[in-house]
């Protein structure tokens, strides 16, 4: 097995992490499992869970007021991250 096979986070740890996710944000934070926002992130975990596409970026959760800082990791070793967060603006 090559270092990389052997570091690559596993199939099964891609499920968990993105079903353990869309739980807190649906159950815990009342966030709607239609709402547009809800399913750009899990159509981001279906690529991640399905060809393992590592994705950083943000997903602007606006019917919330938050943006979700989102990080797909490649390795085994980090977690799936997603940090909503209030935006923030620059006065001028």
């Given at each position: 097995m090559s270092v990389q096979q052997q570091t690559e986070k596993p199939v099964g740890d891609r499920?968990?992490?993105s079903v353990t996710i869309l739980k807190k944000l649906t159950n815990d934070l009342g966030?709607?499992?239609d709402s547009p926002e809800v399913q750009e992130l899990k159509q981001r975990f279906d690529a991640y869970i399905k060809n393992g596409t590592c994705w950083s970026g943000y997903i602007v959760f606006s019917s919330y007021g938050r943006i979700a800082d989102?990080?797909?990791p490649q390795k085994a070793s980090k977690t799936?991250?997603?940090t909503l967060r209030v935006p923030t603006f620059?006065?001028?």
């Open positions: 499920v968990r992490e966030m709607s499992i989102v990080n797909l799936i991250e997603v620059k006065h001028k």
